[in-house]
């Protein structure tokens, strides 16, 4: 069974500063899509990124960034110039087939 | 323009009572889904629905039973609701990807059951 791992439960970075999250996952499949969402207090959930397992290209949004090791089953999100209204849970997510798996999630906080 | 709406977005209710939630999605997206939020932000998939076809159905209590009469539509209403079933129940749809695969989900707002 695919499982997705986050082992930060919580996370703090300065504004302006650089913060990396961590994920890794586990998976006997060749085909799937890695994302990681965004929830702030709203609860809204926020697409941040995706990355197709095919493409070994990291994916890349503004401010948002991966570094994705498909043979070490890695997938961590790299925020740069980090901003107030980052604060938030991020989830890293797994989709295989039809079924998406989530992390438990990592709680940022930004200190102004 | 609403991409995914829930209806509602809080719902209290006593033990043993009986409600259902609405979902409506205006992507034009062929798969929808409800998730269970736990109140440590714990996100577990419920069901899956492609093409109005139930595609994955997890350990979920038979109380629960969702429907869906379209493709833009996912229901989901619950039976003899117990303390338990309190967390934030979020509804997503989503396109089948290049695989055939589901691709990104787009959430709706969530509804807040609380039981009591």
């Known amino acids: 069974a695919q499982t997705v791992t986050q082992s930060q439960p919580e996370m703090s970075v300065q504004e302006a500063e650089t913060v990396t999250l961590s994920c890794t996952y586990d998976?006997?499949?060749?085909?799937?899509?890695l994302f990681w969402y965004k929830q702030p207090p709203s609860r809204q959930m926020i697409l941040v990124i995706r990355?197709?397992?095919?493409?070994?290209q990291n994916a890349t949004e503004n401010r948002f960034s991966v570094n994705f090791q498909k043979a070490a089953k890695s997938f961590s999100l790299k925020i740069s110039d980090s901003q107030l209204g980052d604060a938030a849970m991020y989830f890293c997510a797994y989709t295989g087939g039809f079924k998406t798996i989530f992390g438990a999630g990592t709680r940022l906080f930004v200190k102004a | 323009d609403t991409a995914v709406s829930q209806t509602p977005k809080y719902l209290v209710t006593q033990m043993g009572n009986d409600k259902s939630i609405k979902c409506e999605q205006n992507l034009g997206h062929d798969t929808m889904y409800w998730y269970k939020q736990d109140s440590k932000k714990f996100l577990k998939i419920m069901f899956s629905y492609n093409n109005k076809e139930l595609i994955i159905n997890e350990t979920v209590p038979n109380r629960f039973s969702p429907k869906s009469p379209d493709k833009a539509h996912l229901n989901l209403h619950i039976n003899s609701l117990e303390l338990g079933d309190s967390a934030v129940y979020f509804c997503?749809?989503?396109?089948?990807?290049?695989?055939?695969?589901?691709?990104?989900?787009?959430f709706g707002p969530g509804t807040r059951l609380t039981v009591t």
């Open positions: 990355q197709e397992a095919y493409k070994q």
């Open positions: 997503a749809s989503s396109q089948a990807g290049f695989s055939g695969g589901a691709n990104e989900q787009y």
């Open positions: 998976t006997s499949e060749s085909d799937y899509y």
